[in-house]
């Protein structure tokens, strides 16, 4: 039997002229925007049938809140705090309490598994969830703010700060949440932790500051939900101060930058685990 070099077969693949050089070359990562966007389209399907019920609990719970404090309060200074706080509060039940239960049980159940097999940065993922958390407390506070301005004779002139005092009030939040959901090693401990922020954001938010003692005021100032209601209750005066209403907003841009940071590091600290 001679053997015959595959050279000379017909419809053989030609030898290579010479060796190959080092390993392929990898597909390049994925960029941080297109999939912060899809993570978001994502979440955001996934949310509606899941959180639209508990965006309705979060409404009327604030809606009730300024109720009961329309026979306590009767107008100023202190009914502006009470329907400002009462709207952000919205955004600190979604935001904060629901978002840190979605990642406590993400990590419990390993679904982080799943999203650290996708070619996506460990901030997409963060951002794309908290985003969309975030976006369904839009219609419950702008329900919740002109439901309260009604019932206490306030102005709805400047009704529009609520389109920043939303995303930069839910960053900050989000990001809280995210971390304690991320960080906590139990799901039911990040339930604690995100019922006992929301109910932080809703006690000293919503009641006037003029009559809470200086240690909680001290502890309402450490609130980043906190800045978000002063800047939106400053907007009721007839001459608002925006050079302080823009920097009400500015803490909030800034806590939520270090809040989703701290977030995206939990994030990876629990996806290699």
């Known amino acids: 039997m001679s053997a015959v070099p595959t050279e000379v077969l017909p419809g053989s693949a030609r030898a290579l002229d010479g060796p190959v050089v080092g390993p392929a070359e990898l597909?390049?990562?994925a960029r941080l925007w297109p999939?912060?966007?899809?993570?978001?389209?994502?979440?955001l399907s996934r949310a509606r049938v899941a959180r639209i019920p508990l965006l309705f609990v979060a409404t009327f719970q604030s809606i009730g809140i300024m109720?009961?404090?329309r026979g306590v309060v009767?107008?100023?200074?202190?009914?502006?705090?009470?329907v400002a706080g009462s709207s952000v509060v919205v955004v600190a039940f979604v935001a904060l309490n629901l978002l840190a239960q979605y990642f406590g049980q993400l990590r419990a159940t390993g679904g982080l598994d799943h999203y650290a097999t996708l070619p996506v940065p460990p901030a997409a993922v963060v951002l794309g969830a908290a985003g969309a958390y975030a976006s369904f407390t839009v219609p419950g506070t702008l329900v919740t703010a002109v439901f309260g301005c009604v019932l206490f004779g306030l102005p709805l002139t400047n009704l529009w700060i609520l389109l920043a005092v939303i995303p930069l009030a839910g960053a900050a939040l989000s990001g809280l949440g995210a971390a304690?959901?991320?960080?906590?090693?139990?799901?039911e401990l990040a339930t604690l932790l995100g019922q006992l922020g929301m109910s932080a954001?809703?006690?000293?938010?919503?009641?006037p500051p003029e009559r809470m003692p200086e240690i909680v005021r001290f502890a309402r100032d450490l609130l980043p939900s906190t800045y978000g209601v002063e800047a939106y209750a400053r907007t009721f005066s007839a001459s608002p101060e925006w050079v302080m209403v823009a920097g009400d907003l500015a803490v909030c841009a800034?806590?939520?930058?270090?809040?989703?940071?701290?977030a995206t590091w939990a994030y990876r600290r629990a996806a290699v685990r």
């Open 254 to 262: 800034g806590v939520g930058v270090i809040s989703l940071a701290a």
């Open 27 to 29: 597909a390049p990562p």
């Open 74 to 82: 009767d107008g100023g200074g202190e009914a502006q705090a009470v």
């Open 67 to 69: 109720i009961m404090m």
């Open 35 to 43: 999939s912060l966007a899809a993570v978001y389209r994502a979440q």
């Open 201 to 207: 954001a809703l006690l000293l938010g919503v009641l």
């Open 180 to 187: 304690f959901g991320l960080l906590a090693p139990r799901p």
